[in-house]
């Protein structure tokens, strides 16, 4: 049976009413098997003290986001079924085992937000068991690596982590899952740029291919965060008649930034138009959405502060005044780029003669 059968809307069920004058959107139930009561999927956002011990144990155990989530909720990445055949077990085993010691453990949230930590690591090649990436030496600062991904729901998806971990492992400390402010995620190497432009660029879907050129390259190439790429169009590209015939600008909130030579020839190649390279109404997270447009497990994930950090450290490294380089980052303070220092290249020893 196909999974879209075996769903059926709340609104066709005997007995259900309709307000007058709205039209209310259909809310799915899953069909039970038989002789069991439908989990509505409502209630799968509420907490495990909600559920009866048995249906607790049928939803988690039918939990497949080889197939589909749950949430319905596209910014998780699905997991592939070699994958999941792989950690399935353990990711549904641990969740369970954590909803029986806390119940106030959300369903939804813990299986989405788990797997989804699961196929980052997977995508990081860490090398490390569903459990050890809760219960590891390590596991804060995993969670926060994670989560730091998400621009909206990094919060949501960190707080439930936490507390699937501490859930699973009552001795770990609680300080040391305790989650501050989010730190500036490494920038990528040029090998992990030259791999994401070419998997951008080997689309055959042209709209997602453009999409995910102009991401990267006004990122990485321009260190454009969210915001500031919203708007720019091709023709915001451009050289200057003083500068070298390899040098690429970009015009963007009056200020003229320069290219990183990696991605020159990227956006150099974008089709001609007045039309914005992303849209203005593409939302705030629109960058975890195309995320998941890269299926490649040999790929990083898409960061926008990674492609950022990726600038910034070439800016810094190119001998700019200070002021010119808090300029086109659009920052105000020098403090502002310490987060950045630590990834400078090492400077050139000293002459010692």
Known sequence: MHDSD??????????????KGKRSAPVRVKKAAAGAAP??????????????????????????????????????RRASSALWSRVGDDVRGIVLEAAGRDPGIRVAMALTSFTGFVVWAEKESLGLSPRELLCGPNAAALIDSYSARFERAGASRRAA??????????????SSITIGKIPLQQPYSSTEIEALLEFASSLTNSHRSSMLLAVIGLGAGAGLVRGMQRGVCKNDVHSHSDARADEVFLRNNGICRPVHPLLAPTLNALPDSDRPLIPVNAGKNYVSRISV?????????????????????????????????????????????????????????????
């Open 6 to 19: 075996t769903y059926r809307s709340v609104a066709d069920s005997p007995g259900a009413k309709k307000q």
């Open 39 to 76: 989990v509505r999927s409502s209630r799968l956002s509420a907490p495990a003290s909600s559920f009866s011990a048995e249906d607790l144990k049928r939803v988690v155990d039918e939990f497949d986001p080889s197939r589909k989530l749950p949430s319905d909720d596209s910014t998780v």
């Open 161 to 174: 982590l936490r507390r699937l971990a501490l859930a699973v492992n009552p001795n770990l400390a609680v």
């Open 293 to 353: 447009w890269i299926d490649s497990d040999s790929l990083p994930v898409l960061s926008a502060d990674r492609l950022r950090a990726f600038y910034a450290v070439w800016l810094l490294s190119s001998g700019r005044p200070l002021q010119n380089v808090l300029s086109i980052l659009g920052l105000k303070k020098p403090g502002s780029l310490e987060a950045y220092l630590e990834f400078l290249p090492e400077p050139p020893e000293a002459c010692s003669e």
